[in-house]
Nanobody, 123 residues
Framework: EVQLQASGGGLVQPGGSLRLTCAAE????????MTWVREVPGKEREWVAV????????DYAESVKGRFLVTRDNAKNTLYLQMYRLQPDDTAVYYC????????????????WGQGTLVTVSS
């Protein structure tokens, strides 16, 4: 029933920008906080950003703070991650997830995940 589809990944040069999109369906999107995580094969999953149901509260991992911006459009059931000044260490598969609550809770995992989209930062 619940489906999340991330898209917008690709190859970008260091210092470049990229915008990821997460299309949601099967639930009342505007009632839930949403999150982004990233993963490199063989390494532990890393939390990236979270946004509350209304979009008025956000939080970011220290490694991306000041470079990434998470937003949402509840009328379109869509979540975004705008990434600026990308670095090779940002290379990963990025996943969007639905949280269990409407508000931001640091350290609590999402209960539903999408398929993910690959971001490769290289010259």
């Amino acid at each position: 029933e619940v489906q999340l589809q991330a898209s917008g990944g690709g190859l970008v040069q260091p210092g470049g920008s990229l915008r990821l999109t997460c299309a949601a369906e099967g639930f009342t999107f505007g009632n839930y906080a949403m999150t982004w995580v990233r993963e490199v094969p063989g390494k532990e999953r890393e939390w990236v950003a979270v946004i509350n149901a209304s979009g008025r509260t956000t939080d970011y991992a220290e490694s991306v703070k000041g470079r990434f911006l998470v937003t949402r459009d509840n009328a379109k059931n869509t979540l975004y991650l705008q990434m600026y000044r990308l670095q090779p260490d940002d290379t990963a598969v990025y996943y969007c997830g639905k949280q269990r609550e409407a508000f931001v809770v640091i350290g609590v995992s999402a209960d539903v995940w999408g398929q993910g989209t690959l971001v490769t930062v290289s010259s």
